[in-house]
C-alpha cells in the first residue's frame, strides 16, 4: 500500500527557513492535486498550501502568503514546502496529502483521500 512520508521537521527560531518534504512510498503511484494541511494543539486542521497536477495552480493561505511556497517533482513523487520567516504560530503537526480525483489546487480537506502521518515543526520565539 502507498505510504506518504513526510520528513524536515524540527525545532526552528523565529524568522528561520524550514523545507518540508513528502514522498510518497512507491514510484508507480502518480497523486493529483497535493497540498500541506497542519493542527495547531487544541485547534482543528487547516489547509496550508496545495499544488495542482502540474504545478501551474497554486493555493496558500492567508496566514502563510508570502512566506511559504510549495513545489512538486511528479517523476520523484515529491512535493516540498519551503516555509520561510518562520512564526511561532507555524507550530503544528505538518500533515502532506494527495487526491487521486482533484487536479487543480484545493484548500479543502475534502479533496484529498491519502495522508502522511504528520511531523511536527515548532517555532520558538
Known amino acids: 500500500q502507498v505510504q506518504l512520508l513526510e520528513s524536515g521537521g524540527g525545532v526552528v527560531q523565529a524568522g528561520d527557513s524550514l523545507r518540508l518534504s513528502c514522498a510518497a512510498s512507491?514510484?508507480?503511484?502518480?497523486?493529483?492535486?497535493m497540498a500541506w494541511f497542519r493542527q495547531a494543539p487544541g485547534k482543528e486542521i487547516e489547509s496550508v498550501a496545495a499544488?495542482?497536477?502540474?504545478?501551474?495552480?497554486?493555493y496558500f493561505a492567508d496566514s502563510v502568503k508570502g512566506r511559504f511556497t510549495i513545489s512538486r517533482d511528479n517523476d520523484k513523487k515529491t512535493m516540498v514546502l519551503q516555509m520561510n520567516s518562520a512564526k511561532p504560530e507555524d507550530t503544528a503537526i505538518y500533515y502532506c496529502?494527495?487526491?487521486?480525483?482533484?487536479?487543480?489546487?484545493?484548500?479543502?480537506?475534502?479533496?484529498?483521500?491519502?495522508w502522511g502521518q504528520g511531523i511536527q515543526v515548532t517555532v520558538s520565539s
Open positions: 496529502a494527495t487526491s487521486q480525483t482533484t487536479i487543480n489546487a484545493s484548500g479543502s480537506s475534502r479533496s484529498y483521500d491519502m
Open positions: 512507491e514510484r508507480s503511484f502518480t497523486p493529483l492535486a
Open positions: 499544488i495542482s497536477f502540474m504545478g501551474a495552480n497554486k
